[in-house]
């Protein structure tokens, strides 16, 4: 006996990406589709309602976050399939990246009701553009865990991904995040973006240890405001590191042997190993997991 043929698609799910910050980011479509849906599912109505203000806009809206998504997605989900249009927006960006959506898509696809994706701006793609890292194949892990164990084991994890790794973080944990990053890339390039599109966009790429320094400088000091804002997170990869920043040893005999000579001068002087050779490298822009091993196969000699 054959299967039942499913329904006729009701309703349609509408999954719309807004500004990242920048209202003129606002595209034709957008507007259209927002127009053209009978309620909008937001992750913050206040936020939405200033949205829909400024397209000049009078569409009905309800919250869907993190703590009703399971039951308003069934609500959702009814009214889907009496027929209604429904667009669902986070906010800022795309709703299901980092933000509540995958559940509602889920069911609209499980129920076959026509889901569309409204795309628009992304702070992953955006600050990717700007970092000059490898964009052919890159890794989205998301918000950095917030308890400390879990991030570190999270980022030492990461450390081996060959390909250029994209990371959020929010404004309180940016300094403790950048200090894990650290410890577990090394020396590795990165960007830090803050506030993309927005008034205060800032975007600075240098190593790990200088990001560090930087962000807790300011945290502790008179530019504490600056610290404010989401971030976003670019790392060199493994594999772009290694093959394009990374000093290979056998080229650079001489210049490590003069930085390894400066570490056992600081041992010697009463700092452990690691501290010697984070001050060198620091000094001589040599990356510390280079002279760290150095350092190392010559104590085994």
């Known amino acids: 006996m054959n ?10 799910l509408l999954v719309i990406a807004t500004p990242i910050g920048n209202l003129d980011d606002v595209s034709p479509r957008l507007r259209k589709a927002l127009a053209g849906v009978d309620v909008i599912a937001a992750e913050d109505t206040r936020r939405t309602a200033i949205l829909l203000a400024s397209l000049s806009l009078d569409v009905a809206t309800l919250s869907y976050h993190r703590h009703n998504e399971h039951s308003r997605a069934v609500e959702l989900l009814r009214r889907l399939e ?15 990246v980092s933000d509540p959506g995958p559940l509602l898509v889920r069911l609209a696809h499980e129920r076959h009701i026509a889901v ?16 000059g890292f490898d964009g ?3 890794v989205f892990a998301g918000y950095l865990p917030a308890r400390a164990e879990a991030r570190r084991k999270y980022a ?8 250029t790794i994209i990371v959020f973080e929010v404004p309180h944990r940016i300094v403790e995040s950048l200090a894990d990053l650290e410890e577990a890339f090394g020396d590795r390039l990165a960007l830090v973006a803050r506030e993309l599109t927005k ?12 990001l560090h320094r930087l962000f807790e400088e300011r945290a502790a000091g008179d530019e504490a405001p600056r610290t404010r804002g989401e971030y976003t997170v670019v790392i060199c990869g493994a594999r772009e590191w290694q093959q394009h920043f990374q000093a290979p040893a056998a080229a650079d005999a001489k210049r490590l042997d003069n930085e390894l000579a400066k570490v056992e001068t600081l041992v010697a002087a009463g700092l452990s190993l690691r501290d010697a050779v984070k001050a060198v490298a620091i000094l001589t822009d040599t990356p510390r997991n280079l002279l760290y091993d150095a350092a190392l196969r010559r104590r085994s000699e």
């Open 3 to 12: 299967a039942p043929s499913p329904a006729d698609p009701a309703g349609k």
């Open 136 to 138: 052919d194949t890159f």
């Open 199 to 210: 008034v205060h966009e800032e975007l600075v790429r240098d190593r790990l240890p200088a």
């Open 82 to 96: 009496r027929g209604e249009r429904i667009g669902l927006v986070t906010d800022a960006g795309t709703p299901g």
């Open 116 to 131: 569309e994706p409204v795309p628009g701006p992304s702070a992953v793609l955006a600050a990717l553009s700007v970092s």
């Open 156 to 163: 030492a994890a990461l450390a081996a991904e060959p390909r």
